[in-house]
């Protein structure tokens, strides 16, 4: 079975404060992604990347960045926290680059900006 | 504006049929359209995916109609363990930040 694990379930940070999420997928999976889960508003993507060390933007990259080093890590950057960044952000990786490509869900991280 | 929209909540009883039905008048022409489910702390999970007419596996169909501008999850004969929220997931043109996720339908199932 994949895989893809988050290093923390819940955190609690201070407006202002730099944070990392991590994101981990053990089955060599060329894409992962980054979203954010909000009440009412689904899932939104922040992030994407294809390929070591490329990213892509998706709907909603402002104040968040990311980085790829290694193909199983994904790593999501808040420069400096703000309190409307309190959300879900749920990790998730795929096989190949097709857009059809079944995604794979990592738990959760449920982040509070204080 | 891209949007895919889907009902907020259902309601069901256990051994009842529920239909999911999710509009996404901006497919694009090559992409598919995909259900997720949802259990309280977990992340989402594939059940089905679909391109056109009708696709069935062991837990749900998927009906599209020929113009796919819409698609329906059909859960036959759900048990207290289907209550969930359920995503549609529909790719419009362009890439990956082109796949929209519907706000999700949180179904309810009672004894």
């Known amino acids: 079975d994949v895989k893809v694990t988050q290093s923390s379930r819940y955190l609690v940070k201070r407006t202002g404060e730099k944070v990392f999420l991590e994101c981990v997928q053990d089955?060599?999976?060329?894409?992962m992604f980054w979203y954010r889960q909000d009440p009412g508003l689904g899932l939104r993507l922040i992030y994407f990347?294809?390929?070591?060390?490329?990213?892509e933007k998706g709907d909603i990259p402002e104040g968040y960045s990311v980085s790829r080093e290694k193909k199983e890590r994904f790593s999501l950057i808040l420069e400096s926290a703000s309190t409307n960044q309190t959300s879900m952000y749920l990790c998730?990786?795929?096989?190949?680059?097709?857009?059809?490509?079944?995604?794979?869900f990592g738990p959760g991280t449920r982040l509070l900006v204080l | 504006l891209a949007k895919t929209t889907q009902p907020i909540s259902m309601d069901s009883y256990e051994g009842q049929e529920v239909n999911i039905t999710c509009s996404h008048n901006n497919i694009a022409t090559n992409d598919y359209i995909t259900w997720y489910q949802q259990f309280p702390s977990q992340g989402p999970r594939f059940i089905i995916q679909?391109?056109?007419t009708k696709v069935t596996n062991e837990v749900a169909s998927l009906f599209i109609p020929a113009d796919r501008k819409s698609s329906t999850l059909s859960l036959p004969r759900v048990s207290l363990s289907d209550t969930a929220v359920y995503y549609c997931l529909v790719g419009e043109a362009g890439g990956y930040n082109k796949l929209i996720f519907g706000a999700g339908t949180r179904l309810a199932v009672h004894p």
């Open positions: 679909g391109y056109k």
């Open positions: 089955m060599d999976h060329e894409n």
């Open positions: 998730a990786s795929s096989l190949g680059t097709a857009k059809q490509e079944t995604q794979y």
């Open positions: 990347s294809y390929d070591v060390k490329m990213k």
